[in-house]
Nanobody, 117 residues
Framework: QVQLVESGGGLVEAGGSLRLSCAAS????????MGWYRQAPGKQRELVAS???????NYADSVKGRFTISRDNAKNTVYLQMNSLEPDDTAVYYC???????????WGQGTQVTVSS
């Protein structure tokens, strides 16, 4: 099965930017949708952005206008550009392939994003 490795997280001040990467061990070109999730302490994991193989994107209201998801099927990588970061964006960020109310792949280790006020 395809393994996912997230990277690019870190500590940033409010208003700053980060770019997350999700590298897959195998081809993602046949996977219809890829997405970025996040889980803050004490909260459930939530889907914040998704992108289809055709390039259509969807965003949670909380990140709309600030985050941009993209995918490079040739590199088997999915990206999340995060701008105007807020303290509420603090969470561990994961990528996966959303399908209905489940995910297609095993979870990676995630990457920690911490936004200071």
């Amino acid at each position: 099965q395809v393994q996912l490795v997230e990277s690019g997280g870190g500590l940033v001040e409010a208003g700053g930017s980060l770019r997350l990467s999700c590298a897959a061990s195998g081809s993602i070109s046949s996977i219809y949708a890829m997405g970025w999730y996040r889980q803050a302490p004490g909260k459930q994991r939530e889907l914040v952005a998704s992108i289809t193989s055709g390039g259509s994107t969807n965003y949670a209201d909380s990140v709309k206008g600030r985050f941009t998801i993209s995918r490079d099927n040739a590199k088997n990588t999915v990206y999340l550009q995060m701008n105007s970061l807020e303290p509420d964006d603090t969470a561990v960020y994961y990528c996966n392939a959303p399908i209905l109310n489940r995910v297609l792949l095993s979870w990676g280790q995630g990457t920690q994003v911490t936004v200071s006020s």
